[in-house]
C-alpha cells in the first residue's frame, strides 16, 4: 500500500477493510494487487500522467476510483480529495468496479488494443481517443457482466445511481459525446435504470435507446476485446452518422 500525502488513518483502514470484504465476497483475487491513495486529485492526476507519459500511454481518465495494469499487475488508485465524503454505498460501489477490474484486466494484455483497423472517415476526433474510450466501455461492461453473475446486482445499481447524475452533463453531438454517455449508460443492459429522455441532455434523447441496443449486442459478442472493440467503434459511428 502507498499513500501519497497526508490521509486520514480511519479512511486508510475503511479502504483497506472494504478491499479485503470485496475480494473475499468475489472469491477471486490476484496474486498481486497495488493499493494507492492520494491526499489530493492533482496530485494522483499529476502522478499518473507522468508514468502515462513515460510508458507511451496517450489517453488517460480521471476518475475517483480507478485500475490500471500499465506495471504488468493490477493496482486500485482511490482519490483521497474525492472519495472522503461520498456516501458508504457509493463509495463501495466504485471500489468493488475497480477490485472486478483487478481480477478480469489485471495484466498488460488488457491494455494492448489493435487500432489498425480503426476507421473513422471524415469524423475529426483523435482516434486514439475513440480507442480508449471504446476500451473502457467494453471493459466495463465485463466487469458489470461479471458483479451480474456474482449476485451483486446492488452493487451494480449503486454504481450507476452514483454515474447518472453526470448524464445531463453529457451532450451526444460528436462521438466522444456518444462514448461517454455509452459508458455512463453501460449497466443499464443488465439492470432496471429506469432512464428517460428528462434525465437526458436534449442532443442524447433520439440516440440512447440506440446505444443501449449496442451495448446489448457488445456484451453477447464471443471474441478477444480488439473485436468487441471494433464493433463497438463501428456501430457507434453508424448511429453518430445517421441522421
Not at 157 to 177: A, P
Request: hydrophobic letters at 40%.
Amino acid at each position: 500500500m502507498n499513500v501519497v500525502g497526508s490521509v486520514n488513518n480511519v479512511f486508510v483502514d475503511r479502504v483497506i477493510s472494504m478491499l479485503i470484504e470485496a475480494y473475499r465476497v468475489l472469491g477471486e483475487i490476484p496474486e498481486l494487487v497495488e493499493l494507492y491513495i492520494y491526499e489530493f486529485s492533482d496530485v494522483k492526476r499529476n502522478v499518473l500522467l507522468s508514468e502515462a507519459l513515460e510508458l507511451g500511454i496517450s489517453v488517460l481518465g480521471d476518475y475517483p476510483v480507478s485500475h490500471d495494469a500499465w506495471m504488468s499487475w493490477p493496482r486500485i488508485h482511490v482519490d483521497y480529495e474525492k472519495c472522503r465524503d461520498l456516501l458508504e454505498n457509493y463509495f463501495k460501489a466504485l471500489l468493488y468496479h475497480e477490485v472486478v477490474h483487478s481480477i478480469l484486466h489485471g495484466s498488460l494484455i488488457s491494455y494492448i488494443v489493435n487500432t489498425s483497423n480503426v476507421n473513422l472517415g471524415a469524423i475529426r476526433i483523435d482516434p486514439l481517443e475513440v480507442v480508449y474510450l471504446a476500451s473502457v466501455i467494453v471493459k466495463d461492461i465485463e466487469v458489470h457482466k461479471y458483479l451480474a453473475e456474482k449476485g451483486l446486482l446492488s452493487i451494480l445499481r449503486d454504481y450507476y445511481e452514483y454515474t447518472k447524475s453526470n448524464l445531463r452533463e453529457i451532450q451526444c453531438d460528436d462521438l466522444r459525446g456518444l462514448l461517454e454517455l455509452a459508458k455512463l449508460i453501460s449497466p443499464c443492459i443488465l439492470i432496471n435504470c429506469e432512464l428517460s429522455t428528462r434525465d437526458l441532455h436534449n442532443t442524447c434523447q433520439e440516440k440512447y435507446l440506440k446505444l443501449l441496443k449496442t451495448l446489448c449486442e457488445v456484451k453477447t459478442i464471443q471474441g478477444d476485446l480488439n473485436s468487441k472493440i471494433q464493433k463497438l467503434i463501428e456501430k457507434t459511428i453508424t448511429i453518430y452518422t445517421t441522421p
